[in-house]
């Protein structure tokens, strides 16, 4: 009994809700050297163009901490959201690979059946001498 081969992550891929696709947008995307670099470029920005030229936002920079205070607010919630998603891929995986394991050992045991019945017949068959070379 052949089981087809199916790729368990493309079929939970498929499945996704649009909540779930957009979080593993935003995780991949926070967590990304670029993202770093690129928040790291707007922090300077900021600092430099409200130390010498506009000043909306003046030197201890209450406006630029209220921004970082919500993005890190929404990156926690977001990440929260990713590690359920990854709790229930885990559990999954773990199913799919019980469920892999049992099959195998289904083919593994008819493997040895068979294995079994040759041998029965090799050694039927130097007992009646009929190959006696080969015994």
């Not at 052949?2 to 779930?20: F, V």
């Not at 199913?95 to 050992?105: G, L, Y």
Request: aromatic share 8%; glycine share 6%; net charge neutral.
């Amino acid at each position: 009994m052949q089981r087809p081969i199916t790729n368990w992550h493309d079929q939970a891929t498929q499945r996704l809700s649009r909540g779930e696709r957009a979080a593993d947008r935003l995780r991949n995307g926070m967590g990304s050297w670029g993202f770093i670099i690129g928040f790291i470029a707007f922090m300077i920005v900021w600092a430099i163009v409200n130390a010498t030229a506009v000043q909306w936002d003046p030197y201890p920079y209450i406006l630029l901490n209220l921004f970082l205070s919500m993005l890190a607010g929404l990156q926690g919630a977001i990440l929260l959201i990713v590690a359920k998603r990854q709790d229930a891929i885990a559990a999954a995986l773990a199913q799919h690979d019980f469920e892999t394991n049992v099959a195998a050992k289904g083919e593994i045991e008819e493997l040895i059946d068979l294995n079994r019945r040759q041998l029965a017949l090799i050694t039927r068959l130097c007992e009646e001498r009929v190959c006696p070379e080969s015994c």
